[in-house]
């Protein structure tokens, strides 16, 4: 069993920035993806940033350019660094690890809320 554990989040004024870590514990193998998506009230859930085990990002066309994601593989740690938030960003994000056989597993969720 995969538990993943987020941390960071929380209130910001737009332009501001803002981190995001998620830590995977238990037994983990065979990872091809980590990453986040964001769920808004009233809409769809969407992928927000993603690293492949090799090290691929991809982003949310919105988020690029303002948005990084990286990796830690020992730690088996992702951290998403958020900068130039606006409120289009509030929603609660989610960490996920995806196994190559397509297992995915998620976090609690942290909330991000962006003032403008």
């Known amino acids: 069993q995969v538990q993943l554990v987020e941390s960071g989040g929380g209130l910001v004024q737009t332009g501001g920035s803002l981190g995001l870590s998620c830590t995977a514990s238990?037994?983990?193998?065979?990872?091809?993806?980590m990453g986040w998506y964001r769920q808004a009230p009233g809409k769809v859930r969407e992928m927000v940033a993603s690293?492949?085990?090799?090290?691929?990002?991809d982003y949310l066309p919105s988020v690029k350019g303002r948005f990084a994601i990286s990796k830690d593989n020992a730690k088996n740690t992702v951290h998403l660094q958020m900068n130039v938030l606006n409120p289009e960003d509030t929603a609660t994000y989610l960490c996920?690890?995806?196994?190559?056989?397509?297992?995915?597993?998620w976090g609690q969720g942290t909330q991000v809320t962006v003032s403008s």
């Open positions: 996920f690890l995806r196994y190559y056989s397509g297992e995915y597993y």
């Open positions: 238990g037994t983990i193998f065979d990872v091809n993806v």
């Open positions: 690293i492949t085990s090799g090290g691929t990002p």
